[in-house]
């Protein structure tokens, strides 16, 4: 992830971003790209390989039992995923079918042929009561499987401190191939270095949190770098540097205080892709817009640390964006703002009244107030979701009208081992590559022209639910960015704290049915919120103080008593204590600022302390 903001003292990192279009051929860059995402998964593979040898190097009787009854486990959740894709387990979930299989169960005791000939091949439904059972053994035997994992780990590690020769060995071993992947890639340096640098952040985070590396798609898109490890003066990359060139505009045009006027910032810029025999630079050309608005622009006295184009897909086109990593001076305008106060902010999503999604409320201690998405924008988010599913329905159709004609035609032999797994396609990518690759047997005429028509469809419609996404999410990140510097009048922002993965994580099969928040979840995107506020701050010099998030929103803000409420269906409260009545979000925003602001040294976490009443509340 670019845009991340690292400080130095009195200086700050800063990601620029600036609209963009590739001029002339895009070949040696899409070879780049492709290449780049080669060593990515080049870099995978590895990883795996050593993460499974060093695996195998500290494995113990403990590993081996968890590894089988993580098996176990798996095999289970398999089941009940399988039970809750069955049409049959919908009805049940509607109570419908459970007086049918019992019927069927009483019918059988009966034992008369006619009866068996006729719920016997139906019988697998009996099999659906069973359901509640499977998600039950799956939480044991997750528990258990807590509790054996801990146990595991704690001997492996012993066994890891007596190899230490070995794990070295490993390490070396690793470190060549990674070096020797890099070496035949073919990648101008600069990019087989940033794919490496990825590489290591990405395998240790992995490492941390237990999970693998994984190989990516290729697309189209990608990312073309270049870095400096001295830096490069802004200035001069409007000179003749070799590997970033910006063709100079008239950089008065920023400073006009007339918007037109500051508009006029195209330009053109090359990126170094790689070099040629005499060793000099191969270039991608950019038309290349270099925003002038306020706060937007290149800060001429900072410094570059890289500069690379992002190229991503949208719909069937690509969009693309130069992003320069700025380290510069906090300028003295920022420095000499006046800033009072803290304000906290309460970070979550909760539809009102009117259809708008609320992601966050903000108090300073005398005012309060939330940003809310508005519904024509939520509106616009769920019309994204139902191209996506209009689109998953005409998928079907197509494959149901393919899977018919295999059916009826088994010897179009192309046709038959093209599809072998037709049952598993879940996209149209696979029925696009058969379409590209459409050999006609003479006899699928009408067949090819039904499934053109919906190439066809599916095309529209696709670039319609990517563009629409794409401009939504514009415009709430827009809307996010204004929120956050709407923060700059405080001097402090305080946020509790937040485990992305945790908000990502789907639920597990045995957790039950997942709820529609998934989808409002993914509107309201939290994360770009956070991120906008935290850049906000850190650019600007405003202190940003994340709180530990126990007991923010159960605790009053008044009396610092517990409360219990539902937090779906309460919106306001009234304190069992105090008697105030409030907004739980409000409340919450009201507990983080006030842990923010409490006296330095103070480590009791407000919500440890217990007022007086509490005590008897709870016997
Ligand atoms: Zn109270």
Not at 114 to 141: C, H
Not at 251 to 265: G, L
Not at 334 to 342: I, N, P, S
Request: charged share 30%; aromatic share 8%; proline share 3%.
């Amino acid at each position: 992830m670019f845009g991340r903001k690292r400080d130095t003292a009195g200086a700050t990192i800063r990601a620029y971003e600036f609209g963009t279009r590739p001029v002339g051929d895009m070949a040696l860059a899409s070879q780049q790209l492709y290449r780049r995402h080669q060593l990515w998964n080049q870099f995978v593979e590895i990883e795996r390989d050593t993460r499974a040898k060093y695996r195998a190097l500290v494995a113990t009787e403990s590993t081996q039992r968890v590894a089988a009854l993580h098996e176990q486990l798996e095999e289970l959740r398999q089941q009940i995923r399988l039970h809750k894709k069955s049409a049959a387990y919908e009805h049940v979930l509607h109570g419908k079918l459970r007086s049918l299989v019992e019927a069927m169960q009483s019918a059988l005791a009966d034992r008369s042929p006619e009866t068996v000939a006729i719920v016997k091949p139906r019988l697998y439904f009996a099999d659906i009561v069973s359901y509640d059972g499977l998600r039950e053994r799956a939480k044991q035997l997750r528990q258990a499987l807590g509790v054996m994992r801990a146990e595991a780990k704690a001997e492996s590690r012993a066994k890891a401190e007596q190899l230490k020769a070995e794990r070295e060995q490993l390490e070396r071993e690793r470190t060549d191939r990674v070096k020797a992947a890099m070496a035949a890639s073919n990648l101008y340096w600069c990019n087989s270095d940033d794919v490496r640098a990825s590489y290591e952040v990405a395998r240790k985070r992995a490492m941390r949190e237990g999970t693998e590396l994984h190989f990516h798609r290729f697309d189209g898109g990608g990312k073309l770098s270049v870095r400096y490890q001295q830096g490069l003066p802004v200035a001069a990359a409007f000179g003749t540097d070799t590997r970033l060139q910006i063709d100079p505009i008239d950089f008065s045009i920023w400073e006009s205080a007339d918007r037109a006027v500051r508009r006029r910032c195209w330009t053109k810029a090359r990126l170094r892709i790689g070099s040629n025999d005499q060793r000099q630079p191969v270039w991608l050309t950019l038309d290349c817009w270099l925003d002038g608005r306020p706060g937007r622009h290149l800060p001429m006295e900072g410094t570059i640390r890289a500069a690379a184009v992002i190229r991503r897909r949208v719909g069937t086109g690509f969009t693309h964006r130069l992003v320069l990593t700025v380290e510069a001076p906090l300028e003295r305008r920022d420095l000499a703002v006046e800033r009072h106060g803290t304000v906290g902010l309460d970070v979550g999503w909760r539809l009102t009244a009117d259809n708008g999604l609320r992601v966050a409320y903000w108090s300073d201690g005398t005012a309060q107030g939330a940003l809310t998405l508005p519904a024509n924008m939520v509106g616009l988010f769920e019309k994204v979701h139902d191209l996506q599913s209009i689109r998953g329905q005409h998928f079907n159709a197509a494959v149901e009208r393919l899977q018919g004609y295999l059916e009826e035609h088994p010897g179009a032999m192309w046709l038959q081992e093209q599809c072998r797994y037709i049952a598993q396609w879940r996209s149209p990518g696979r029925l696009i590559v058969l379409l590209r690759d459409w050999q006609s047997d003479g006899t699928d005429g009408e067949l090819l022209e039904h499934l053109q028509a919906w190439r066809k469809k599916e095309d529209h419609l696709y670039s319609w639910q990517a563009n629409l996404l794409d401009q939504t999410a514009a415009h709430r990140r827009e809307l996010y960015r204004i929120f956050a510097a709407s923060l700059g009048r405080y001097a402090r922002v305080a946020i509790e704290e937040f485990d992305l993965r945790k908000v990502l994580q789907k639920p597990r099969p045995e957790d039950g049915a997942e709820t529609p928040d998934g989808h409002m979840r993914t509107i309201a995107a939290v994360s770009v919120l956070r991120s906008a506020i935290e850049n906000y701050c850190r650019r600007e010099g405003v202190e940003f103080v994340v709180v530990p998030s126990s007991g923010t929103t159960r605790r009053c803000h008044v009396c610092q008593s517990e409360q219990q409420f539902d937090q779906r269906s309460d919106l306001v409260h009234r304190c069992t204590t105090c008697g105030e009545t409030w907004d739980q979000d409000y409340n919450a925003a009201e507990n983080i600022r006030q842990f923010a602001d409490r006296p330095a040294g103070d480590t009791i976490l407000p919500s440890a302390k217990i007022s007086p009443e509490a005590p008897e509340a709870r016997v």
